[in-house]
């Protein structure tokens, strides 16, 4: 007799963040977390994490849709079902279910999980089993504060965690941002590397003018610098420089890498469980992408520790990883909701071991941090 899903519950987890981040179309100072729980007959709970950035100001869904959908539509549709076929019941969401990614990415996470403590093997065993156990992690700087930036820069570099540093362009004037990331580029010049993420606030002939100046400057990849729409024109881009584009918002799944290759686009893919539905979808995208020859790079929606796991899971299933990963997401937080954190380390972090995702939850922290 198979386990049966017996229910799902979902919780909003307001969560501080370390200083402000900013981000072309919005600062964060809170990062909101929907934890699912799936409970099934065999008294086994699995966890998962839907999250996006800055409210409705990064995809269609917000944090309450995420909470709202699973709660009204989704899981129901899952629970009374057998739990130990996460394909079929994937399939069952995608009849009944259009769009929702970040939440399907929660369940297929807490089914993951579930299945995974249920075999006494890793999320990574799940999907096939991990070819990494340590990936490089690169950190954000996106205090607002050029000098500020270029602090914290040198912190990480002296405590071994990052050696890998994305700037947040968009929110100013282009020659503020140029000037921003020239004297950053300058001040690691040799240490570290340093790319830049747009955000999709330029248009492209902005794009054409600022990634000239910003290759000129050494930086080492440029992130989704137009509307997520232009395919043509981020191709555009992709062949008029020498400095490669990173695709984020504008490829969430195997549909748009399909889009992307078709027009022509050569570069990388950032790879997100919340863009694709979940880990398996991010992996069918992965393979996508190879069989194009395009570089991947994993992506993080900015999740807490539970996201940021399942995301590693998936990650180190794949053979190689051209750009290294951001994971960083849970170093931004002030505070976590799980009983051991994720070891940050030698620029990078380890996988954390099973049964599931390897993590568990802090009930008092999650009681303290959830919204009532
Ligand atoms: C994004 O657009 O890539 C990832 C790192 C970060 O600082 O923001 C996110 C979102
Ligand atoms: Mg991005």
């Given at each position: 007799?198979?386990?049966?899903?017996?229910?799902?519950?979902?919780?909003?987890?307001?969560?501080?963040?370390?200083?402000?981040?900013?981000?072309?179309?919005?600062?964060?100072?809170?990062?909101?977390?929907?934890?699912?729980?799936?409970?099934?007959?065999?008294?086994?709970?699995?966890?998962?994490?839907?999250?996006?950035?800055?409210?409705?100001?990064?995809?269609?869904?917000?944090?309450?849709?995420?909470?709202?959908?699973?709660?009204?539509?989704?899981?129901?549709?899952?629970?009374?079902?057998?739990?130990?076929?996460?394909?079929?019941?994937?399939?069952?969401?995608?009849?009944?279910?259009?769009?929702?990614?970040?939440?399907?990415?929660?369940?297929?996470?807490?089914?993951?999980?579930?299945?995974?403590?249920?075999?006494?093997?890793?999320?990574?065993?799940?999907?096939?089993?991990?070819?990494?156990?340590?990936?490089?992690?690169?950190?954000?700087?996106?205090?607002?504060?050029?000098?500020?930036?270029?602090?914290?820069?040198?912190?990480?570099?002296?405590?071994?965690?990052?050696?890998?540093?994305?700037?947040?362009?968009?929110?100013?004037?282009?020659?503020?941002?140029?000037?921003?990331?020239?004297?950053?580029?300058?001040?690691?010049?040799?240490?570290?590397?340093?790319q830049v993420d747009i955000n999709q606030a330029w248009d492209e002939a902005t794009a054409v003018q600022g990634i000239a100046a910003l290759e000129a400057a050494g930086v080492a990849l440029i992130e989704q610098p137009i509307s997520a729409r232009n395919v043509c024109g981020l191709t555009r881009l992709a062949n008029r420089f020498r400095v490669p584009m990173l695709a984020d918002e504008a490829v969430q799944d195997t549909g748009d890498g399909l889009t992307l290759l078709s027009a022509g686009f050569s570069g990388a893919f950032a790879l997100k469980i919340a863009k694709a539905g979940g880990p398996r979808g991010a992996l069918a995208l992965a393979r996508t992408a190879q069989a194009g020859g395009i570089g991947l790079y994993g992506g993080t929606m900015l999740e807490g520790t539970i996201g940021t796991a399942a995301s590693l899971h998936a990650w180190s299933a794949l053979p190689s990883l051209e750009w290294g990963t951001e994971m960083f997401g849970p170093l931004l937080l002030k505070d976590d909701i799980v009983t051991e954190g994720l070891r940050y380390h030698e620029f990078g972090v380890d996988l954390p071991r099973g049964p599931g995702l390897g993590i568990a939850l802090d009930e008092d922290r999650l009681r303290f941090y959830s919204r009532p």
């Open positions: 007799m198979p386990a049966i899903i017996e229910s799902i519950t979902t919780q909003l987890v307001d969560l501080p963040t370390i200083r402000p981040h900013r981000l072309s179309m919005t600062t964060m100072a809170c990062q909101t977390l929907v934890i699912v729980r799936l409970r099934t007959s065999d008294g086994i709970e699995g966890i998962g994490e839907g999250t996006t950035i800055g409210g409705l100001s990064y995809s269609a869904e917000s944090p309450e849709s995420i909470k709202c959908n699973i709660d009204a539509w989704m899981a129901p549709l899952l629970i009374g079902q057998p739990a130990d076929n996460i394909n079929a019941l994937m399939a069952r969401l995608d009849r009944h279910v259009r769009g929702n990614a970040i939440a399907r990415s929660a369940l297929e996470t807490a089914l993951l999980d579930s299945q995974g403590k249920r075999l006494g093997v890793s999320v990574a065993e799940l999907l096939g089993g991990a070819v990494h156990k340590h990936l490089a992690v690169l950190w954000t700087l996106a205090s607002g504060d050029t000098q500020k930036d270029i602090d914290e820069a040198f912190q990480r570099l002296d405590e071994r965690r990052h050696q890998q540093f994305k700037l947040k362009l968009g929110a100013n004037a282009l020659r503020d941002d140029l000037r921003h990331v020239e004297s950053i580029c300058a001040a690691l010049d040799g240490r570290a590397g340093v």
